[in-house]
């Protein structure tokens, strides 16, 4: 081979003396072939890629400057090339060459060919860059011009050297043609490093910098400079957000997917028919038997054993669904990227053992001194390259490998929508809607953790396999004993796991019960500061914290074992290595480069090791979640061509002979159903209850399984269902509904909705943003935006299913005659209406009467009234109930609904007007509704927030809710301090001292085992002395366990500190929270009190004690590696200084960058949750309306949102971690370098203790900016709990000055001008009040709305304090008193029965102060001893949340019985608006005037009738005493007190 080269070239091809002098050089004939093929052959390997252009017809990019001045360079180098070519024909075969003379070598004719060739190919390479319009530069004709340069280097200083030599240039022309040429190159390498930008992408680059960045910038990811710039200089917004490649918006990534999904499902379904015709051949009995079964089945059912229908079922349906079709289709269509970061990986992992061996090279170049110095330079420089390379190629690995979890994420969500959108009843009905939200987040997400990882399935073996191979290289078969360790530790550590799980899960149910008392607390808190009760329940949730604590304490020990294991197994390993290794033979001896080459094999083999089992255990879970896709991915779609739309056809809608059913299997719900319904007419169905009315509905809509006859609607179609579907939108959008605005029809359809009253009470009118759910309309006004919307459709079929049933009756009516009605909007268009309201049913066309799903009689009301038949029954029924339920409508709707407005409080409907006189009630409802439209009544839901306002009288329209406060930027310094103080200072110190002094073990052991090392050079060809080896052993075994131990003692003294800053912070919360004022509830949503109390305690329980530890064992693992570095290679600490410069910035740009991106990213990324679980509530009114595209495009634009938060996030870790690595990168060559040149200074094993750290250091680096940024993160929520222990706290409970033990004994109150407002900057609520209430005096307070009715009892127990004046009970200031004390000895009875989950018992003793037969007794007087003793657990008998599990009539009761216990001589009853039955209402007031005679009773009257035998009447309006008399007196006086009991109708 040589030979040929030789004669080839004309010289030597090589020799190896070039290579063994101080100045080395290569052989020409090296140079002029293999360095000049290199780059070549890359070039042509990657020509066709390029050419590939030409053969598709696609639009050139107009040329550019660039793009003409690099055919020009290309142009002038092949003249060059031509130049020589013709220059070396001149010399051989010209005029002037003698014929004898020695002919030029065949080199001199091939290279200049190759590269005229070359130069044309590049020529063309360039030219195929026009075509492709979006590309901006090739990356493959930068890395060429590169090699190119980079080989012609050396020819490049073998002409200078030679011409220096000799003092002249020998061969003019050549030597003047390369330089050029080599100039030349430089030009073209340059130039093909510069961005060709084509206007198309010019324009997309300005709202994606990605689109014009060049091949050097994708490699750094510098185009994401400036998001990370701006992220620094200001906080983040969704307007910040770059828009999406084509390639990874949700539409792109959508249409891939289900190309794919569409073959892979007929395939998977071709695969299951088959099986299924298998099945039954396997002898018919079996089938016979399977009927029996089902017959079975079907008995079992009727006498209540669901259980085993549920397994019989679950056996024949296991698997009887298309399967293992999910993961093919993922591969095929992302199979681009599945492949070039597979490819990435291989190389990768191959590179990550170049290290390895460099290092080996490393220390043998500075133990053999007579090697050349040069030597030791090129492998510094080539440790840096590799490392270089490595980081590049791992850059792009993850990029590819996140950017493929999210197309897999994205894929699934859309899937999954669009499932949801046209599935069957079949399918529907298997999954809950919560369900099918969880396929897209949880499942989705999970399907996206392991793509990320997905290489790793044969990564990791394939690593384990290589550094084993290499080890066994070093070590021999004593590697085994190190890897046996490591194998040992893996059912170790799974161990642990299951462990810690255990005890997880005994958390949660601590946090639950924890957080369930915290919410009661919170949502009765008002309650609990009359009764000064606070302290009962504060001690409650402390019991459950300190039972969480412990669980807590328990889980950080195991988990501290788990680190202790962890933090052993390297020390463990290359012990029990090393130890095998040197007691095997006497021969074995190790030296620096055994031991530092495999200390840095098994740092690689960690990795992988530590993540198989994870890996594992990923893919168990994501194989239960891709059943779950699968199963809800195949199920069948709604059948579309139900329904007929044929013209020809005269009826509007007609169904002959219809037989349908919910599902395939299921009985029918109809049954021979025909209808022909004329167009324009209005058609009522009537029948009983599950007579199937809304089932025909849903039949025309095409929602049910047809197993018989045919439907055809002619025209479009719009749909009223039962339940109104609002969306989370303006209420404006909620009619449109996705049609284009016509002014007009959209402002008659909103006044004949009766909607026009109800704008005017929205904050922005008809722009007002609905709740989701529609949580800030009524029932009413959902049901008439559902009706407008479909009046604003203008449809020509309306399918109206009793939309007037959550209507009050007047409103019906108007809806019958502005809309429904032969008057109304729509008396031209056919309609269906499903009614129970029988006044409606003389003005309809024709009326069909169902019964059990057959058609009774259709026809006019008269012919049927005539008939006698059902309809008749229906009538009798019916008419009775309509007339028991509008008395009784009347009461609900007192219950439900407290109207704010200006209507004397006798008008409204109330409870006690009995509902025999049904006219004399409509009409006073009527009256009041007029009443309302003059003075702007609205009604509003009990417990809404429009409730504080109405205690709050905001005049100046202060806003209520003041907004979260979002801490944007870095996080105060004193954030951490407080956190370490709460943990206390002695915890902290300790713990630190200790993994300090870990960290100098750390470093001890491998200073020992550097040492050791050199025992090589010192009994070099001796016998190695037992003790010695035992020594060494020793000692560094000693110091593994040691360090091992210490991480244990200092993550114990961590744990034990971060619990007791847990408990600190919780309690300090908790107390705090408690002794707030009542304002601060009034104005702050209690979700966000929660909120600290779930999530941020969480966050400051489990996440900072775990970023905080593994904060501090990084940045001592840094702070390490420089160290020994420094004591290797003293010179090395001049690196560190500007090193640590750049890594303070390039961290905190990038976290204040990150910080902000995953905050967008949870902020964007409720929307399509939300979005998604409105839809599949919505379902059949967006089929109905034909919806389902805009749907789809709104979802897929709710997920775009969602992914350019989400992109930037992934590439701003890439761009963190490309720049950490380069510094470490840096801090290896130069611990490299600095070895080099200090290398006379230096012994072996120095040099590889601090490359083999420094390999080490990149890892740790990033790392370590991880957990600061996550450590920044997480500290929020101190900050957050601090916030709320810094709230301005109610005065104290219990003060020096403490009232007699009988006070209040007489009862005496006395008001001396007595002025109060809610808050500083507010308005006066009461207007200086005085007057005197005697003992035993029954005293009734009425006035309207607002009058400070309620405001005076708050005053009395100090819920608001004075701002002018006293108030004296009994001869005692109460301002003077501690407020337990004042609350303590009044008793009060409040609006609202509210009771705490616990036993009835705490409900009404919760300190335990009195007897169960003082209980007993009370519950006699409060009427509820027959109940409870009729419970199994009697008074143990468990409350649920907020007593739901109670009457509300039971629960007033209750409350009474809370009064009872009390025994205080002054009883305040805020009488309850809520409807109370007559008869509860009859007890309590007769059970007061009884128990309470010898008490000073306040009652706040809002009926006049219950006041009326008190010994006075206190009438308040506008915060003053108006009229302060006996009822009689007042009622002669004709003043505020008649003119009210006018009204009232007394």
Avoid at 143 to 153: G, Y
Avoid at 834 to 858: A, K, Y
Avoid at 1321 to 1333: A, P, R
Wanted: proline share 3%; charged share 20%; net charge neutral.
């Amino acid at each position: 081979m040589s030979a040929a080269l030789e004669k080839y070239c004309g010289s030597v091809f090589w020799n190896a003396s070039y290579l063994q002098r101080p100045d080395p050089d290569l052989p020409v004939c090296v140079e002029r072939t293999v360095l000049v093929w290199f780059p070549v052959l890359f070039l042509w390997l990657c020509a066709p890629w390029h050419f590939t252009s030409f053969c598709k017809k696609s639009a050139k990019a107009p040329a550019s400057r660039l793009y003409i001045c690099k055919q020009i360079v290309c142009g002038l180098l092949f003249l060059t090339a031509v130049a020589e070519l013709a220059l070396t024909l001149g010399e051989d075969y010209g005029p002037s060459s003698e014929s004898t003379a020695q002919k030029h070598p065949a080199v001199f004719y091939t290279n200049p060919v190759l590269f005229a060739v070359s130069w044309i190919v590049v020529m063309l390479c360039q030219e195929s860059m026009r075509r492709r319009v979006k590309s901006v530069d090739s990356g493959s004709l930068f890395l060429f011009w590169l090699l190119q340069v980079l080989c012609a280097v050396f020819q490049f200083q073998t002409l200078l050297r030679e011409a220096l030599a000799q003092d002249e240039v020998p061969d003019v022309p050549r030597f003047s043609l390369f330089y050029i040429g080599y100039g030349l190159q430089i030009i073209a390498l340059v130039l093909s490093a510069i961005a060709d930008l084509s206007p198309e992408v010019k324009k997309r680059s300005q709202t994606n910098p990605e689109a014009k960045a060049t091949f050097l910038s994708r490699i750094t990811f510098n185009w994401f400079n400036s998001m990370v710039l701006k992220g620094y200089k200001r906080p983040l917004v969704q307007e910040d957000m770059w828009d999406l490649n084509e390639e990874d918006s949700t539409h792109w990534i959508c249409q891939q997917f289900e190309d794919v999904m569409a073959r892979e499902l007929r395939k998977a379904r071709g695969v299951l028919q088959k099986k299924r015709s298998k099945r039954p051949t396997r002898g018919e009995a079996q089938n016979g038997l399977a009927k029996g079964v089902s017959q079975d089945v079907l008995v079992m059912e009727e006498t209540g054993k669901k259980k085993d229908k549920k397994k019989a079922k679950k056996d024949s349906e296991s698997d009887d669904y298309p399967q293992s079709w999910l993961i093919p289709t993922i591969v095929k269509s992302f199979k681009g990227v599945l492949l070039e970061s597979a490819f990435f990986k291989l190389i990768q992992d191959l590179l990550a053992f170049a290290s390895p061996q460099l290092l080996k090279l490393m220390i043998a170049f500075v133990q053999d001194r007579s090697s050349h110095a040069w030597t030791g330079y090129l492998y510094a420089v080539l440790l840096l390259l590799v490392a270089f390379v490595q980081s590049v190629i791992l850059q792009q690995y993850f990029q590819r490998c996140f950017i493929l979890g999210m197309k897999v994420r994205t894929a699934i969500m859309a899937a999954v929508y669009k499932k949801a959108l046209v599935v069957s009843n079949d399918s529907r009905k298997e999954s809950t809607a919560g369900e099918i939200v969880n396929l897209m987040s949880a499942d989705a997400q999970r399907f996206n953790d392991v793509t990320n990882f997905i290489h790793l399935l044969w990564s990791c073996p394939l690593q384990i396999a290589l550094s084993i191979a290499f080890l066994w290289i070093e070590l021999g078969p004593s590697v085994l004993a190190g890897l046996l360790v490591m194998v040992l530790m893996v059912p170790i550590n799974g161990w642990l796991a299951t462990k810690s799980r255990a005890f997880q899960v005994e958390n949660m149910k601590f946090k639950d019960s924890r957080m369930k008392i915290v919410n009661d607390i919170l949502n009765g808190i008002k309650i609990l500061k009359y009764y000064a009760w606070e302290s009962s329940f504060e001690s409650q949730v402390q019991g459950i914290r300190e039972k969480e604590l412990k669980v807590m304490r328990k889980f950080a020990y195991l988990s501290s074992v788990s680190t202790f294991i962890f933090s052993c197994a390297p020390a463990l390993v290359s012990l029990a290595t090393f130890a095998v290794f040197v007691s095997v033979s006497p021969d074995n001896i190790l030296d620096a480069e055994k031991a530092f080459t495999s200390i840095s094999l098994f740092n690689i083999l960690r990795f992988p090791l530590a993540m198989l089992p994870q890996l594992i255990s990923i893919m168990v879970q994501t194989t239960v979640s891709k059943k779950r896709l699968e199963k809800f991915l195949s199920g069948s779609d709604l059948d579309t061509t139900a329904i007929k739309h044929d013209d020809s056809n005269k009826a509007a809608v007609s169904m002959t002979d219809g037989t349908f059913s919910w599902e395939r299997e299921t009985e029918p719900v109809l049954k021979h159903v025909s209808l022909d319904i004329t167009p324009g007419r209005l058609v009522a169905v009537v029948g009983a209850v599950g007579s199937g009315k809304s089932s025909l509905i849903s039949a025309l809509l095409g929602e049910l399984h047809c197993l018989k006859g045919n439907i055809n609607i002619n025209g479009s179609v719009a749909y009223v269902p039962q339940q109104a579907w609002i969306q989370n939108a303006s209420l404006k959008d909620n009619v449109l509904f996705g049609s284009e605005l016509d002014e007009e029809r959209y402002r008659s359809a909103v006044e004949a909705c009766a909607l026009g009253p109800d704008l005017d009470l929205l904050p922005g009118r008809d722009q007002t943003e609905i709740g989701e759910k529609g949580i800030n309309l009524s029932g009413g006004q959902k049901q008439r935006v559902s009706l407008a919307r479909a009046v604003y459709s203008s449809a020509d079929v309306f399918l109206l299913d009793d939309p007037l049933s959550a209507v009050d009756s007047h409103v019906g009516k108007h809806l019958f005659e502005r809309v429904i009605g032969p008057k109304g909007l729509l008396r031209n268009k056919t309609r269906i209406l499903v009614t129970h309201g029988i006044s409606f049913l003389p003005f309809v066309d024709e009326i069909v009467v169902l019964v059990n799903g057959v058609v009774s009689e259709v026809g006019s009301y008269d012919a049927l009234r005539a008939s006698k038949g059902a309809f008749n029954e229906f009538m009798e029924t019916y008419g009775k109930e309509e007339n028991n339920a509008n008395g009784n409508k009347a009461a609900a709707r007192g219950s439900d609904y407290e109207d704010i407005d200006t209507l004397p409080e006798g008008l409204e409907p109330q409870a006690d007007s009995s509902p025999e006189d049904i006219v004399s009630n409509t009409l006073k409802r009527e009256n009041s509704l007029r009443h309302s439209q003059r003075n702007g009544s609205v009604r509003v839901r009990k417990n809404s927030s429009l409730r504080s306002k109405k205690d709050s009288d905001d005049k100046k329209g202060q806003r209520l809710i003041e907004k979260e406060t979002m801490e944007t930027g870095r996080v105060k310094f004193s954030v951490y301090l407080q956190y370490l103080r709460a943990m206390g200072w002695c915890y902290v110190t300790w713990s630190f001292l200790i993994y300090f002094i870990q960290n100098v073990a750390i470093i001890g052991q491998n200073l020992w085992l550097s040492d050791w090392t050199n025992d090589a050079v010192d009994y070099f060809n001796t016998t190695y002395p037992n003790h010695i080896r035992d020594t060494r052993i020793g000692v560094f075994g000693a110091l593994g366990i040691a360090q091992g131990f210490l991480v244990f003692l200092g993550t114990i003294l961590l744990a034990d500190g971060s619990i007791c800053a847990s408990r600190t912070l919780h309690t300090n919360l908790l107390s705090n929270i408690l002794k707030v004022p009542m304002v601060f509830f009034d104005t702050t949503p209690s979700g966000r009190v929660v909120n600290r109390f779930a999530k941020d305690i969480f966050t400051v329980d489990e996440m900072i004690p775990m970023s905080f530890r593994s904060w501090i064992l990084c940045l001592l693992g840094v702070l390490g590696t420089l160290f020994v570095i420094c004591l290797a290679t003293p010179i090395f600490t001049a690196v560190v200084v500007p090193m640590a410069v750049i890594y303070y910035f390039v961290q905190r740009f990038y976290v204040a960058t990150s910080r902000q991106l995953r905050r967008l990213d949870s902020v964007s990324r409720s929307p399509i949750y939300s979005h998604f679980g409105e839809t599949v509530s919505g379902l059949s009114v967006i089929r109905a309306y034909g919806h389902q595209q805009r749907f789809l495009k709104q979802n897929e634009d709710t997920i775009d949102q969602n992914l350019k938060s989400v992109y930037p996030w992934i590439v701003s870790n890439r761009w963190l971690a490309m720049r950490l690595e380069s510094l470490g990168n840096l801090v290896v060559f130069f611990s490299a370098l600095f070895a080099v040149i200090s290398r006379d200074s230096l012994n072996s094993g120095l040099v590889g203790l601090s490359i083999s750290y420094a390999l080490n250091v990149t890892q740790t680096l990033n790392w370590l900016v991880r957990m600061t940024s996550e450590l920044e993160t997480n500290i929020v929520a101190v900050e957050r709990v601090s916030e709320y222990t810094e709230i301005k706290n109610e005065a104290p409970w219990i003060t020096s000055n403490r009232p007699p033990d009988d006070w209040p004994s007489a009862g005496k109150i006395r008001f001396e001008n007595y002025k109060v407002r809610y808050r500083p900057e507010l308005e006066l609520i009461l207007h200086g009040i005085t007057c005197d209430i005697e003992t035993t005096e029954k005293i009734g307070i009425v006035g309207r709305t607002g009058a400070g009715k309620s405001s005076l009892t708050n005053c009395l127990f100090r819920i608001i304090e004075a701002s002018e004046g006293r108030i004296i009970i009994d001869g005692i200031d109460i301002s003077t008193l501690g407020l337990h004390d004042l609350r303590s000895r009044l008793t009060i009875i409040p609006q609202d029965p509210v009771l705490f989950s616990g036993t009835l018992r705490m409900n009404l003793d919760p300190f335990l102060k009195f007897s169960d037969e003082e209980i007993w007794n009370v519950l006699e007087l409060a009427h509820l001893k027959d109940y409870v003793q009729g419970l199994p657990t009697g008074l143990q008998h468990e409350v649920s949340e907020g007593g739901e599990n109670l009457s509300l009539g039971q629960r007033q009761l209750l409350c009474l019985a809370r009064a009872l216990l009390r025994k205080s001589r002054i009883l305040i009853l805020d009488e309850a608006t809520a409807a109370v039955d007559l008869e509860t209402d009859d007890l309590i007031q007769s059970t007061i005037r009884r128990e309470f005679s010898h008490c000073t009773v306040l009652t706040i009257a809002h009926r006049l009738n219950t006041i009326l035998d008190s010994s006075r009447v206190m009438v308040l309006d506008s915060g003053k005493i108006v009229e302060f008399d006996s009822p009689s007196t007042l009622l002669h006086k004709q003043g505020h007190f008649y003119s009210m009991a006018k009204d009232a109708g007394i």
